[in-house]
């Protein structure tokens, strides 16, 4: 009887020792967990503490888990792409820079009385130099954009009109790599958008270049213009190299390039498209791509129609 009695004193003191002890406080985390939740959530909803907490904290604290893990990817992700862009900024730099160092050395030590390559080497020099200031603007043109700084100057424009100037100030591009630039038939003639010309000029000048850049000699660009109802759709088809489509997803990367060596080669840094990706995006509109590798690219993007 006396056993009895004082396992039965033992079991409530124990009982009460446990909810004291361990329940209150596990109710306390269930508490802080769903009070901060729903703080987050900006919904302050009555917290029920009747239900089964234990297996609502285990559920809580896997799900914060996971979160945090998420979190924890991303953070790396961004950290490994912060890392290879300081990388490409430095190595970038550096090209244009040591050709600088190597010419001004060169001419200090006496190349500068030789007048059979003094004007050479400071035209050389100057051409690092605005190789440099390329860069640079890009540079800041992206991360003005990033930080949501580019303001836009919007306005209503005919985007066949300066598809067209654009055509003529690529011209000598062009005739190099006999590409014919054209517009597809029904698309010869006005079309109205509203945004900002300037920024779209950009755009169509990084296309029409890259069209010819990475152009089959003998080739042609070809720019269509679709009514869609809301938008415009604007189509720059080449019949060049093509990319491979692995590459696609990268493609609006900065400092992407394909073919590294033939791009530096010709004077590319991978930041063109980056920009153009921004600048349509600055306008709530989209930029796709689609290649086949040897046959051609086509860019397609959009603008809201001016009404
Ligand atoms: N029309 C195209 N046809 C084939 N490849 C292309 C075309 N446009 C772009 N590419 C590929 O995509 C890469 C990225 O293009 P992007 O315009 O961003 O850089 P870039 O032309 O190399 O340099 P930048 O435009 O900064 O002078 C290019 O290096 C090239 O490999
Ligand atoms: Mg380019």
């Known amino acids: ?175 190099e790599m006999e590409i014919s630039l054209s517009f597809k038939e029904g698309s010869d003639r006005q079309f109205y958008v509203y945004g900002d010309k300037d920024r779209i000029r950009q755009v169509l000048v990084n296309l029409m270049i890259n069209s010819i850049k990475y152009g089959k000699k003998g080739g042609s660009t070809v720019v269509g213009f679709y009514d869609m109802d809301q938008n415009i759709l604007v189509e720059v088809t080449d019949t060049g190299i093509g990319i491979d489509t692995k590459y696609l997803p990268r493609l609006f990367e900065r400092f992407f390039r394909v073919d590294k060596s033939r791009s530096r080669e010709q004077g590319g840094t991978g930041l063109g498209l980056s920009i153009v990706k921004h600048i349509i995006e600055a306008h709530h509109q989209t930029i796709n791509v689609r290649s086949t590798l040897g046959v051609g690219t086509t860019f397609t993007f959009t603008l809201r129609k001016a009404r």
């Open 1 to 175: 009887m006396v056993f009895l009695v004082a396992f039965v004193v033992t079991y409530i003191i124990f009982k009460y020792l446990l909810e004291v002890f361990i329940y209150r406080k596990i109710k306390l985390i269930y508490k802080t967990i769903t009070t901060s939740k729903n703080s987050k959530e900006k919904a302050l909803e009555k917290i029920d503490l009747d239900v089964d907490i234990l297996a609502n904290v285990s559920k809580e604290v896997m799900e914060w888990d996971q979160n945090r893990s998420d979190e924890i990817a991303e953070l790396k992700r961004m950290e490994n792409f912060r890392k290879e862009f300081l990388g490409n900024v430095s190595h970038e730099l550096k090209t244009p820079l040591f050709n600088i160092q190597g010419y001004i050395h060169t001419l200090l030590e006496g190349a500068l009385d030789d007048p059979e390559v003094n004007v050479n080497y400071l035209q050389r020099a100057s051409r690092s130099v605005d190789r440099l200031c390329l860069i640079v603007d890009d540079l800041e043109a992206i991360s003005k954009m990033e930080s949501g700084e580019m303001m836009l100057d919007q306005r209503t424009f005919d985007i066949h009109e300066l598809t067209k100037d654009v055509f003529e100030s690529s011209e000598l591009k062009a005739k």
